[in-house]
Nanobody, 113 residues
Framework: QVQLVESGGGLVQAGGSLTLSCAAS????????MGWYRQAPGKEREFVAD??????NYADSVKGRFTISRDNAKHTVYLQMNSLKPEDTAIYYC????????WGQGTRVTVSS
């Protein structure tokens, strides 16, 4: 099994920055896609960004503000968030997909205006 542990969430003022990290452990297939999703109160979970085989993808709402990266040796994915807006407030979930899909417990990000 694979375990994902997110960290780095917190409270930040609008316009500020925050970096999330997610460390994976367990029986991980070497070729895998890692990414970030978020869910705001009363909203459905939405895609934020992912990274696979050197390629990155971003939701339009975060493009140009967020950057996803990974350290394959450490099985860790990062999400650098800049120019944060109140609408970025959500619980952020890390995901890993190889032959199965795995999710972290989530880390809360709150952006005040």
């Amino acid at each position: 099994q694979v375990q994902l542990v997110e960290s780095g969430g917190g409270l930040v003022q609008a316009g500020g920055s925050l970096t999330l990290s997610c460390a994976a452990s367990g029986n991980i297939f070497s070729i895998n896609r890692m990414g970030w999703y978020r869910q705001a109160p009363g909203k459905e979970r939405e895609f934020v960004a992912d990274i696979f085989s050197g390629n990155t993808n971003y939701a339009d709402s975060v493009k140009g503000r967020f950057t996803i990266s990974r350290d394959n040796a450490k099985h860790t994915v990062y999400l650098q968030m800049n120019s944060l807006k109140p609408e970025d407030t959500a619980i952020y979930y890390c995901s890993l997909v190889d032959y199965a899909s795995y999710w972290g417990q989530g880390t809360r990000v709150t952006v005040s205006s």
